[in-house]
Nanobody
Framework: QVQLVESGGGLVQTGDSLRLSCAASGLTFSSSAMGWFRQAPGKEREFVAAITASGGRTYYANYADSVKERFTISRDGYKNTMYLQMNNLRPEDTAVYYC?????????????????WGQGTQVTVSS
């Protein structure tokens, strides 16, 4: 049984940093692309970032206020854990952040291509 467990969320102020973690079990981590999505109240769940199974390539959402310059996705194969380092957080980053696991080593930005999901961790950024 695949389990993805997120941690690291919390309440922070504008400009602060957080590092989210996603501990994976029950899947072949080294063969699985992984991703982060987020869902703000009243909005659709949206893609944030993804990383290939090897960790060699990363992809970021291309929002109007891009996360690419502020967020960094990474993974540790020894710990079966994925991370999302978030710097210079803004109130618009407030959302529940979800870890997603793929059965493919190739990344995807569409949530429907990820069969495995964590329960989410709340990130709240106050102004």
């Amino acid at each position: 049984q695949v389990q993805l467990v997120e941690s690291g969320g919390g309440l922070v102020q504008t400009g602060d940093s957080l590092r989210l973690s996603c501990a994976a079990s029950g899947l072949t981590f080294s063969s699985s692309a992984m991703g982060w999505f987020r869902q703000a109240p009243g909005k659709e769940r949206e893609f944030v970032a993804a990383i290939t199974a090897s960790g060699g390539r990363t992809y970021y959402a291309n929002y109007a206020d891009s996360v690419k310059e502020r967020f960094t996705i990474s993974r540790d194969g020894y710990k079966n854990t994925m991370y999302l380092q978030m710097n210079n957080l803004r109130p618009e980053d407030t959302a529940v952040y979800y870890c997603a696991g793929s059965s493919s080593p190739i990344v995807a930005t569409r949530r429907g291509l990820y069969p495995y999901w964590g329960q989410g961790t709340q990130v709240t950024v106050s102004s």
